[in-house]
């Protein structure tokens, strides 16, 4: 661990009244290096301009013997040096003096009264002298809000982090082990953030004060609406209020803030004594930003603090603004003026597993409205999971192009799952933008198709489109509106408001229906089974954020419902995904003993097991980083573009040239 850096071995005091310095003097002794250091208790006589300096002789006698009374205060085993200089100007003076003596530290005791500046424009911050010294910046430099702290048990520190906050844990340190005292750190978060956030922050905050005590400490993480009222409630349970300045000075309402708005403040307003520092070495100081990585430190905790503040705020706006329905695009000749003027070729892929019953009359109306009627679809693609009934034969007889997708890319081998066979469609379709639409719905339209494809159509910036509708359950062979999307609401919106908030205005984020652009779906991870959708949503959110993304109302689907045995299984792997992606994000094992087994109860009558059965998704990496896929893309774009894409590894959406796209032969 990097050393501490040292207290200063340097102090000056500048004393305008020796009556009301001891309280500076205790606090500069407390914070002194105890190895070399020296308290300087500086005393300026001012002169006038046009009078000669030595007239100020009898006046620095006098201010010699003021200062005489200094010494008293010193505490055992510390030695005061009273100094008296003479200048036209008190801070000039205070300054010289500084450099001088080679000060690491200045202490001030301010009254809390602004004073008229020495050019009469108007009122200073602390007082002209205080005010010059502070912009000049010497030295490190400390202003005490004096209300005779004598008694310290309880030394307060607000933190947000920065050099001004490591200056004041230091001072805080030094006077609460000089006082056999606890340091209590302080640190506020805004209300309504997310436990990851909250959990963020605490980590931070640990890791804080462990790099800058090294005596007893507690450690506050709050929540505050008002910061001010906050700490300022806080102050009145304390000895002494310890604060580093704002990162900036700046003015507000009309003031001045030297030190930033809230540590004056609270320096004007606290019971206790409040001592606000600030340091000069903003620029040469190695901060534990540094030291630890950013992902842990206060600063990034309350980057991400307030972008979660303004978690609500974005989503309102994206809900209200990427917001569809299906009958805005209804109009398929209009779609297709749409894709031809922008160059685009639309591929539709229809995932299948033993779906005879519904597979005929979903490619059947795709062919005849999307196809026939209209050129809305440049390829129909059914890809099969190994169906053991008439799928396959159905399908190509309605005239799909059928594939199983375990003879795609088979020396990368095959997995079971939608989610393997989503992404093996990727490298068997050519389309620039990809359509996926579930093949177990009872009540197909081709809405389902058109109306995630269309936002895609219409607006540039979205990258990915899902459908939601109304989702009826049958029960008893009973139609019953609303019981749908039990994984859904039960599993997966709770976990999206929890760990991804920016997706929590995402209707039916498990849907089957959504629509891509190949640019950015080559360059996504695919789960193999049940978290492919999840998956999908998270990575392309992490990938755009929410401005590229956009819903559609399809209004309404009826689909074959799985018991609760497969709801659950479907579940767990949903939970292991998301579960994946935090780490992920965190770059830390959040959940080592993180299983992949199932254990499902078996009763009935004179039997009690326990089956245990392995479920997890396995993951595909970007189809851009498989040469087969490459090649094919090639032969069918050129070299140029290949290389451009191929280039990003992955790293993010590329848009191939236009002048690059060439249509699959069909």
Same mark, same amino acid.
């Given at each position: 661990?990097?050393?501490?850096p040292p207290l200063p071995a340097r102090i000056l005091i500048p004393v305008a009244n020796p009556g009301t310095a001891e309280e500076l003097i205790?606090?500069?002794?407390?914070?002194?290096?105890?190895?070399?250091?020296?308290?300087?208790?500086?005393?300026?006589?001012?002169?006038?301009?046009?009078?000669?300096?030595?007239?100020?002789?009898?006046?620095?006698?006098?201010?010699?013997?003021?200062?005489?009374?200094?010494?008293?205060?010193?505490?055992?085993?510390?030695?005061?040096?009273?100094?008296?200089?003479?200048?036209?100007?008190?801070?000039?003076?205070?300054?010289?003096?500084?450099?001088?003596?080679e000060a690491d530290l200045i202490i001030f005791g301010w009254g809390g009264k602004a004073a008229p500046g020495r050019d009469g424009s108007g009122?200073?911050?602390?007082?002209?002298?205080?005010?010059?010294?502070?912009?000049?910046?010497?030295?490190?430099?400390?202003?005490?809000?004096?209300?005779?702290?004598?008694?310290?048990?309880?030394?307060?520190?607000?933190?947000?982090?920065?050099?001004?906050?490591?200056?004041?844990?230091?001072?805080?340190?030094?006077?609460?082990?000089?006082?056999?005292?606890?340091?209590?750190?302080?640190?506020?978060?805004?209300?309504?953030?997310?436990?990851?956030?909250?959990?963020?922050?605490?980590?931070?905050?640990?890791?804080?004060?462990?790099?800058?005590?090294?005596?007893?400490?507690?450690?506050?993480?709050?929540?505050?609406?008002?910061?001010?009222?906050?700490?300022?409630?806080?102050?009145?349970?304390?000895?002494?209020?310890?604060?580093?300045?704002?990162?900036?000075?700046?003015?507000?309402?009309?003031?001045?803030?030297?030190?930033?708005?809230?540590?004056?403040?609270?320096?004007?307003?606290?019971?206790?004594?409040?001592?606000?520092?600030?340091?000069?070495?903003?620029?040469?100081?190695?901060?534990?930003?540094?030291?630890?990585?950013?992902?842990?430190?206060?600063?990034?905790?309350?980057?991400?603090?307030?972008?979660?503040?303004?978690?609500?705020?974005?989503?309102?706006?994206?809900?209200?603004?990427?917001?569809?329905?299906?009958?805005?695009?209804?109009?398929?000749?209009?779609?297709?003026?749409?894709?031809?003027?922008?160059?685009?070729?639309?591929?539709?892929?229809?995932?299948?597993?033993?779906?005879?019953?519904?597979?005929?009359?979903?490619?059947?109306?795709?062919?005849?409205?999307?196809?026939?009627?209209?050129?809305?679809?440049?390829?129909?693609?059914?890809?099969?999971?190994?169906?053991?009934?008439?799928?396959?034969?159905?399908?190509?007889?309605?005239?799909?192009?059928?594939?199983?997708?375990?003879?795609?890319?088979?020396?990368?081998?095959?997995?079971?799952?939608?989610?393997?066979?989503?992404?093996?469609?990727?490298?068997?379709?050519?389309?620039?933008?990809?359509?996926?639409?579930?093949?177990?719905?009872?009540?197909?339209?081709h809405r389902m198709v058109y109306g995630t494809l269309g936002p895609l159509l219409h607006e540039p910036r979205l990258q990915y489109v899902k459908?939601?509708?109304?989702?009826?359950?049958?029960?008893?062979?009973?139609?019953?509106?609303?019981?749908?999307?039990?994984?859904?609401? /039960?599993?997966? $919106?709770?976990?999206?408001? +929890? =760990?991804?908030?920016?997706? !929590?205005? *995402?209707?039916? @984020?498990? &849907? #089957?229906?959504?629509?891509?652009?190949?640019?950015?779906?080559?360059?996504?991870?695919?789960?193999?089974?049940?978290?492919?959708?999840?998956?999908?949503?998270?990575?392309?959110?992490?990938?755009?954020?929410?401005?590229?993304?956009?819903?559609?109302?399809?209004?309404?689907?009826?689909?074959?419902?799985?018991?609760?045995?497969?709801?659950?299984?479907?579940?767990?792997?949903?939970?292991?995904?998301?579960?994946?992606? /935090?780490?992920? $994000?965190?770059?830390?094992? +959040? =959940?080592?003993?993180?299983? !992949?087994? *199932?254990?499902? @109860?078996? &009763? #009935?009558?004179?039997?009690?097991?326990?089956?245990?059965?392995?479920?997890?998704?396995?993951?595909?990496?970007?189809?851009?980083?498989?040469?087969?896929?490459?090649?094919?893309?090639?032969?069918?774009?050129?070299?140029?573009?290949?290389?451009?894409?191929?280039?990003?590894?992955?790293?993010?959406?590329?848009?191939?040239?236009?002048?690059?796209?060439?249509?699959?032969?069909?």
């Amino acid at each position: 661990m990097t050393a501490r850096p040292p207290l200063p071995a340097r102090i000056l005091i500048p004393v305008a009244n020796p009556g009301t310095a001891e309280e500076l003097i205790r606090l500069g002794a407390a914070m002194l290096d105890t190895r070399a250091g020296e308290l300087s208790a500086l005393g300026i006589v001012e002169v006038p301009e046009g009078m000669p300096l030595s007239e100020g002789a009898t006046r620095a006698r006098h201010a010699r013997r003021l200062l005489q009374r200094v010494l008293d205060y010193a505490p055992d085993g510390t030695t005061i040096h009273p100094i008296v200089r003479i200048g036209r100007h008190a801070a000039e003076g205070i300054i010289e003096a500084s450099a001088e003596q080679e000060a690491d530290l200045i202490i001030f005791g301010w009254g809390g009264k602004a004073a008229p500046g020495r050019d009469g424009s108007g009122p200073t911050v602390f007082s002209p002298t205080i005010d010059e010294v502070v912009r000049d910046s010497p030295c490190d430099i400390a202003v005490v809000k004096q209300r005779g702290s004598k008694e310290i048990r309880r030394v307060l520190v607000p933190v947000r982090g920065g050099p001004h906050a490591e200056l004041a844990m230091r001072f805080a340190d030094a006077i609460a082990r000089h006082h056999d005292a606890t340091v209590v750190v302080l640190h506020l978060v805004p209300p309504g953030i997310t436990l990851a956030v909250r959990a963020q922050a605490a980590r931070a905050l640990a890791a804080f004060i462990k790099q800058h005590l090294r005596g007893r400490s507690e450690a506050i993480l709050r929540e505050a609406p008002n910061v001010r009222n906050a700490i300022l409630r806080e102050a009145e349970r304390s000895d002494l209020v310890v604060m580093g300045a704002s990162a900036q000075p700046g003015r507000a309402g009309g003031e001045t803030y030297l030190f930033g708005a809230l540590p004056e403040i609270i320096a004007a307003r606290a019971k206790p004594s409040v001592i606000v520092v600030k340091t000069r070495k903003t620029l040469e100081r190695t901060t534990f930003e540094q030291l630890a990585g950013r992902a842990e430190t206060l600063a990034a905790a309350d980057r991400a603090a307030d972008e979660g503040r303004a978690v609500p705020i974005r989503v309102e706006r994206w809900f209200g603004e990427a917001n569809f329905h299906h009958a805005e695009f209804a109009d398929l000749r209009r779609l297709v003026t749409l894709k031809e003027s922008q160059h685009l070729t639309v591929s539709l892929v229809l995932p299948t597993l033993d779906e005879e019953e519904t597979i005929g009359p979903i490619v059947r109306r795709a062919m005849r409205e999307m196809v026939g009627r209209v050129p809305l679809l440049d390829e129909v693609l059914v890809i099969d999971s190994a169906s053991t009934d008439r799928t396959r034969e159905i399908a190509a007889a309605e005239g799909a192009r059928v594939v199983q997708h375990p003879d795609v890319l088979p020396r990368y081998g095959s997995f079971r799952g939608k989610g393997e066979a989503l992404w093996k469609s990727i490298y068997e379709t050519s389309g620039d933008i990809i359509v996926w639409a579930d093949t177990d719905v009872k009540n197909w339209h081709h809405r389902m198709v058109y109306g995630t494809l269309g936002p895609l159509l219409h607006e540039p910036r979205l990258q990915y489109v899902k459908g939601y509708y109304q989702r009826p359950i049958v029960e008893g062979g009973v139609l019953k509106e609303g019981g749908g999307g039990r994984v859904t609401e /039960l599993v997966a $919106r709770p976990l999206i408001n +929890l =760990f991804y908030p920016e997706l !929590s205005g *995402m209707i039916q @984020p498990l &849907s #089957g229906e959504y629509a891509g652009r190949r640019t950015l779906l080559e360059t996504i991870p695919f789960f193999t089974g049940y978290a492919v959708e999840i998956g999908l949503l998270i990575d392309v959110a992490e990938r755009l954020g929410i401005e590229g993304l956009g819903q559609v109302d399809l209004e309404r689907r009826i689909h074959r419902n799985q018991e609760l045995e497969g709801l659950s299984r479907m579940s767990f792997v949903i939970l292991q995904a998301v579960m994946k992606r /935090l780490e992920e $994000r965190r770059k830390a094992r +959040l =959940f080592a003993e993180m299983g !992949s087994t *199932m254990k499902l @109860p078996r &009763s #009935g009558k004179g039997r009690l097991s326990l089956e245990v059965i392995e479920l997890a998704d396995q993951e595909r990496p970007p189809m851009i980083r498989i040469p087969e896929y490459l090649e094919r893309r090639r032969a069918l774009l050129g070299e140029a573009a290949v290389a451009h894409v191929a280039g990003s590894n992955g790293a993010s959406p590329l848009k191939v040239p236009v002048a690059a796209r060439r249509r699959r032969p069909r």
